[in-house]
């Protein structure tokens, strides 16, 4: 089936470390988001990428790093410079040309301890 | 920038009654999508209804339709006969339709949580 699968489900991190989330999609998509949802504040883009070997910086990219090497890909670094990384992420595609919308993965519950 | 306002932060409604939910948007594009999504308590987003700027026509989808009033900016959900499934938090969310960097991105509103009743 096709979809987009987002790993692990929840993810606990030492404060002061790396973490990447990973996310892959098998809908021969071209662009993918990341997105941070916190109680309260609906879902905000975190970064894009719209081909293979380009993204832009979303709305708080701020502590956050991501690679586009592969098309099915784009995983996403919460670095140690991310101030309040626990949150919950969701990685999402879309057809970059047409007007369909974005299809969304399941999500990765991240908390720092 | 485009900004989505969700002003009810909570609703509930018993099994069977019909609900609305409301959006408000600010842009300054002409041409753009509005979606509503589902957020059941499992956390996948599901796409509930989408809505053109440029069709004056209301977006229905089953038990699902909008009320767009594109000059008020404002872009409001209603369910019918709602089930108990409907429990879920909705999301608002605006989509620019073409050009540029912006294209695909989608802004959210702060959500609404529904609890539907037996």
């Known amino acids: 089936d096709g979809g987009i699968t987002q790993s692990p489900k929840y993810l606990f991190r030492k404060e002061g470390q790396n973490v990447t989330l990973s996310c892959e999609q098998n809908?021969?998509?071209?662009?993918m988001y990341w997105y941070r949802q916190d109680p309260g504040q609906g879902l905000r883009l975190i970064y894009y990428?719209?081909?293979?070997?380009?993204?832009q910086k979303g709305d708080i990219a701020e502590g956050y790093s991501v690679s586009r090497e592969k098309k099915e890909s784009f995983p996403l670094t919460v670095t140690s410079a991310q101030k309040n990384p626990t949150a919950f992420y969701l990685c999402?595609?879309?057809?970059?040309?047409?007007?369909?919308?974005?299809?969304f993965g399941q999500g990765t519950r991240l908390t720092v301890v | 920038a485009q900004t989505v306002t969700q002003s009810q932060p909570e609703m509930s409604v018993q099994e069977a009654e019909t609900v609305t939910l409301s959006c408000t948007y600010d842009?300054?594009?002409?041409?753009?999508?509005l979606f509503w999504y589902k957020q059941p308590p499992s956390r996948q987003m599901i796409l509930v209804i989408r809505?053109?700027?440029?069709?004056?026509q209301n977006a229905t989808e089953n038990r699902f339709s909008v009320n767009f009033q594109k000059a008020a900016k404002s872009f409001s959900l209603k369910i019918s006969d709602s089930q108990l499934g409907d429990t879920a938090m909705y999301f608002c969310a605006f989509m620019k339709k073409s050009g540029g960097t912006s294209y695909g991105k989608l802004t959210f509103g702060q959500g609404t949580i529904l609890t539907v009743h037996p």
């Open positions: 809505q053109e700027a440029y069709k004056q």
């Open positions: 990428s719209q081909i293979v070997n380009d993204f």
């Open positions: 842009t300054s594009e002409n041409n753009y999508y």
């Open positions: 999402a595609s879309s057809i970059r040309q047409g007007h369909t919308e974005a299809f």
């Open positions: 809908l021969n998509h071209d662009a």
